[in-house]
């Protein structure tokens, strides 16, 4: 009986045994997770391979960058994965583009479910298949005669559906959009802390592949006086203290570049060496530029009689960020009646429709006293400097001489970048991810898209292949 009774206790020990391996099987969710994912490329994924292939030779046969996530995961060596399947394609001429890559996808059987629609006219088409979206092909154009695509200076990196070699925009471009990522907030969404750690992540890798070789990759320039008109550094140095005193201080307008990273910390201020007229002053704000340019101009005539003779004028550049439609980065000059201008302040216009997280300094100005002001977080300061060095290409690209000047300003600007970088190795991550002090309104881009296509006039009609022969 007693034998019996161990016999069946050794069976139902068994039973429990296989059941134990069961649910530790459960358990080991990431093993259950990789499964599930190939699964899903078996299964639905693998469907598309033909079609992307297709669109990896059109790219490679045609001049078209990879950009978005499929372009951030072949720089970053990720392995082919079911999020993969959704490319974003960057090309002038795109609506011809665009036309010839639906019908060629539509020759491969001849799929009826396949069309291109219009987002926004001119710049944004979607290809749809079965339904799903697959891609996307934006407008990379022209500007100034200076094609763009040869400005971002593309990386050759093997397509995961073919052996070919497609390009993919570089590393500093998509810093400019990760940081961008890294200082929106996420706390009010699900999963929003896993979103900054993925992007911080990804931070990583890629500042590690593109900051090593950057300085003499990137030929850019900057807004230099070429043209000297009757006023002296020191009118020049006072006149951005005096911006600073009326306009900035005690606002909501943020301060970025030179003076934020130069005022920011002691540890800053030790390590870079730069004149107060060689600062370049640069703030963020949602203030009309008409409206900043009668401040300044009433600020200057109340404190500096010796320039009154010049005006103030602004000119607006469109940046031509892939990731940034909405982005306009206004330049202040002092101009005179030759024309000839020197400029005084950036003025970007993000918090118009982005948050900004931002942290308050006391910012010390010769002979003007020391006054509370905004600054952005590093995050903020890292974007606006990869920003700089994508303005100095696109200068440099329509043509200048001063390539000495170039030199040292690409120098100052890496140099910035890696202090940055060191002190974000010594800050707590709940300044980093900071849960308050945000200036700025958030407009969601997907519905100031559809308010952009709403307002315009004319719109592509949708093409199938099937039926517009």
């Given at each position: 009986m007693l034998i019996f009774f161990i016999e069946k206790n050794i069976k139902y020990r068994y039973i429990n045994l296989n059941k134990y391996k069961m649910y530790k099987q459960f358990m080991d969710i990431d093993v259950l997770i990789c499964e599930a994912k190939q699964i899903v490329i078996k299964n639905d994924r693998n469907y598309y391979d033909k079609y992307l292939k297709v669109v990896e030779e059109f790219c490679n046969e045609n001049k078209i960058l990879l950009g978005g996530q499929i372009g951030m995961d072949l720089l970053t060596d990720i392995q082919l994965n079911k999020d993969i399947y959704q490319y974003y394609l960057y090309t002038d001429n795109t609506f011809e583009m665009a036309k010839k890559l639906v019908n060629k996808l539509y020759n491969i059987e001849k799929n009826n479910s396949i069309f291109l629609e219009t987002i926004l006219t001119h710049k944004e088409f979607n290809i749809q298949i079965n339904t799903r979206l697959i891609i996307k092909i934006f407008n990379l154009g022209i500007y100034k005669n200076v094609y763009l695509y040869d400005l971002i200076g593309p990386i050759d990196i093997k397509g995961y559906f073919s052996n070919l070699m497609v390009q993919v925009i570089s590393?500093?471009?998509?810093?400019?959009?990760?940081?961008?990522?890294?200082?929106?907030?996420?706390?009010?969404?699900?999963?929003?802390?896993?979103?900054?750690?993925?992007?911080?992540?990804?931070?990583?890798?890629?500042?590690?592949?593109?900051?090593?070789?950057?300085?003499?990759?990137?030929?850019?320039?900057?807004?230099?006086?070429?043209?000297?008109?009757n006023i002296t550094k020191h009118d020049i140095t006072d006149i951005k203290n005096i911006i600073i005193k009326e306009i900035i201080s005690g606002s909501d307008n943020i301060i970025v570049g030179d003076y934020a990273i130069i005022d920011a910390n002691n540890?800053?201020?030790?390590?870079?060496?730069?004149?107060d007229d060689n600062k370049r002053?640069?703030?963020?704000?949602?203030?009309?530029?008409?409206?900043?340019?009668?401040?300044?101009?009433?600020?200057?005539?109340?404190?500096?009689?010796?320039?009154?003779?010049?005006?103030?004028?602004?000119?607006?550049?469109?940046?031509?960020?892939?990731?940034?439609?909405?982005?306009?980065?206004?330049?202040?000059?002092?101009?005179?009646?030759?024309?000839?201008?020197?400029?005084?302040?950036?003025?970007?216009?993000?918090?118009?429709?982005?948050?900004?997280?931002?942290?308050?300094?006391f910012l010390k100005l010769k002979n003007f006293g020391t006054y509370r002001?905004?600054?952005?977080?590093?995050?903020?300061?890292?974007?606006?400097?990869?920003?700089?060095?994508?303005?100095?290409?696109?200068i440099l690209n329509l043509g200048t001489s001063d390539n000495e000047f170039i030199e040292k300003k690409i120098k100052e600007i890496l140099n910035d970048i890696k202090i940055i970088q060191n002190n974000i190795k010594n800050t707590p991550p709940i300044e980093l991810f900071q849960l308050d002090n945000y200036v700025g309104n958030y407009d969601d881009e997907y519905i100031a898209k559809k308010k952009i296509t709403s307002d315009t006039k004319f719109k592509h009609k949708r093409i199938y292949p099937s039926i517009d022969k």
């Open positions: 590393g500093e471009v998509y810093l400019i959009d990760i940081y961008r990522k890294l200082y929106t907030p996420y706390a009010d969404k699900i999963g929003g802390y896993k979103t900054y750690s993925y992007y911080r992540d990804i931070e990583k890798n890629v500042y590690t592949k593109t900051i090593s070789g950057l300085e003499s990759k990137i030929i850019g320039g900057y807004n230099s006086y070429d043209k000297q008109i540890e800053l201020s030790e390590n870079i060496k730069k004149t002053l640069q703030m963020i704000s949602n203030m009309n530029p008409n409206d900043v340019k009668l401040l300044i101009q009433k600020a200057i005539k109340n404190r500096l009689q010796s320039i009154t003779n010049k005006n103030i004028i602004y000119i607006n550049y469109d940046l031509n960020l892939p990731d940034d439609f909405r982005i306009v980065k206004y330049i202040f000059y002092i101009s005179d009646n030759k024309q000839d201008n020197i400029s005084i302040m950036d003025m970007f216009n993000s918090s118009l429709f982005e948050l900004i997280p931002y942290k308050n300094i002001v905004k600054i952005g977080n590093y995050y903020v300061l890292l974007r606006y400097k990869f920003i700089d060095l994508w303005s100095m290409k696109l």
